[in-house]
């Protein structure tokens, strides 16, 4: 023992000087990887199964610092929604001995792909409708959880040390632009979807959009582990084929994870209102131009990510989740929805049930979980919905002084979740049909981020 280490421990004894603190253990982390492609003649969003033109994907990584194992899972669905939440977090949580509310489970929202919410999918069986025939086939939904749960399991017992968290944005061109198109009046005139054969639409400007992929990269030493992306758009080029696909983010995804070699686990930001229809009519060929457009932002994120790195241990992760109570649209009305349940056609029916779910969960007082991970200068939010852009921007702009990233789609009952002014405003993605919530979701949700993001130094001040 060297002589000033003997000094430094008498001193301690003595209690003149504390010992030295031992050194923090180092961040583990893991990823797993599952096919969630859906069986020929099972239900899609839309269609039947025909077969898979690119396989659907269920990413994921495993976080183990202090506390329990965080774990953040991205599927290629086109949603997943309140029972389906509970099933996907239950099974991982108990597979890799955390609770399920530190385990956040997203959709990339993709069209030619299936949803999952056994809460509706129980509401159709009770009034005889079999759900794998019209809405989505329980039994696979099912399989692929628990796949998903024993891979997030062996992903925790491999889980390697990492020393470096790496931080990068880019830019990418020519992919988002956003739906909602005002007229003079203020209020919604036009929808660009996402693929748009308009001319003119397609010549409005591309408007509030946030034109930045964000990503975390995992380094042990100079070897990259793993890398988390998050980029706000809807994620159509086309669809109704009746062939599964992961469209243009998942082929970029894809794409990425080919040329560098590491786990990549993408996510869908806050792209309710955002999609490609100023620089997409649909073709087929477009698909894979938007996938390099958006692969080569992604390569820019890297690159930066490469360089700006961050030393980081067990002590630098943190998570937190805030229950929130989101309130339901005034057009969610029981008594009408159980009758249209009970008699209505066959797709009326499964509306029918999805806003009853949600009107039900909301009367009971069941909460969605807002959650933050904390992690060395980043923190990343996981809200639920098909979230407006707007809340993503406002996030960024609390704290200036973090790399924030933010993942929607996660809960899928509320459908579309847009700011107070666009109900005013009107438009597909604020109208009864397509969002389950009252204009006040902005307050409980801005809310929400602020206490999860904290004040900047800046702003105390």
Request: hydrophobic letters at 40%; charged letters at 25%.
């Amino acid at each position: 023992m060297r002589i000033d280490s003997v000094a430094m421990a008498v001193l301690a004894l003595l209690g003149l000087a504390a010992p030295p603190s031992p050194a923090s253990e180092p961040l583990k982390v893991g990823t797993f990887d599952v096919d969630a492609s859906p069986p020929v003649g099972t239900p899609m969003a839309y269609d039947p199964t025909e077969g898979v033109q690119d396989p659907l994907h269920c990413k994921g990584v495993v976080l183990v610092g202090e506390g329990g194992p965080i774990v953040l899972v991205a599927v290629d669905w086109i949603g997943i929604g309140n029972g389906g939440q509970d099933a996907f977090k239950r099974a991982i949580a108990g597979a890799v001995g955390t609770t399920p509310d530190r385990v956040a489970v997203h959709a990339l929202h993709q069209h030619d792909a299936p949803t999952c919410d056994f809460t509706v999918a129980d509401l159709l069986v009770e009034h005889g409708i079999d759900p794998a025939e019209s809405y989505f086939d329980p039994d696979f939904a099912r399989d692929v959880i628990a796949r998903a749960a024993e891979a997030a399991r062996e992903a925790k017992d491999e889980a390697r040390p990492v020393t470096h968290l790496g931080i990068g944005e880019g830019m990418v061109g020519q992919v988002a632009s956003n739906r909602r198109i005002l007229g003079e009046d203020g209020k919604v005139r036009a929808t660009r979807y996402t693929a748009c054969q308009d001319v003119e639409l397609r010549a409005e400007p591309a408007g509030t959009i946030d034109p930045d992929v964000k990503l975390l990269a995992f380094f042990d030493g100079e070897e990259p582990v793993a890398a988390l992306s998050y980029y706000a758009t809807h994620p159509q080029s086309y669809y109704r084929t009746g062939l599964a696909s992961c469209d243009f983010p998942g082929l970029a995804r894809e794409a990425r994870e080919d040329e560098t070699g590491v786990p990549h686990v993408h996510f869908d930001g806050a792209g309710g209102n955002i999609g490609a229809g100023k620089w997409n009519d649909g073709a087929p060929e477009n698909r894979r131009l938007l996938a390099d457009r958006l692969a080569e932002g992604m390569k820019r994120a890297w690159e930066a990510a490469s360089t700006a790195r961050h030393p980081i241990s067990a002590g630098d992760l943190g998570w937190e989740a805030v229950p929130v109570l989101l309130p339901p649209g005034k057009h969610l009305v029981e008594e009408e929805l159980e009758a249209t349940l009970e008699g209505g056609d066959a797709e009326g029916r499964v509306s029918a049930a999805r806003g009853l779910a949600w009107l039900r969960r909301c009367r009971a007082g069941d909460p969605i979980p807002v959650s933050c991970l904390s992690i060395g200068p980043a923190k990343v939010l996981h809200l639920p919905g098909e979230l407006f852009v707007e809340y993503q921007l406002a996030a960024q702009a609390i704290r200036l002084d973090r790399f924030v990233c933010m993942a929607a789609y996660g809960d899928y009952g509320p459908g579309y979740i847009g700011t107070a002014h666009a109900y005013d405003q009107v438009g597909y993605e604020a109208s009864d049909r397509a969002s389950k919530v009252a204009p006040t979701v902005e307050i409980v949700l801005l809310d929400a981020i602020a206490r999860l993001l904290g004040e900047s130094p800046r702003a105390a001040d």
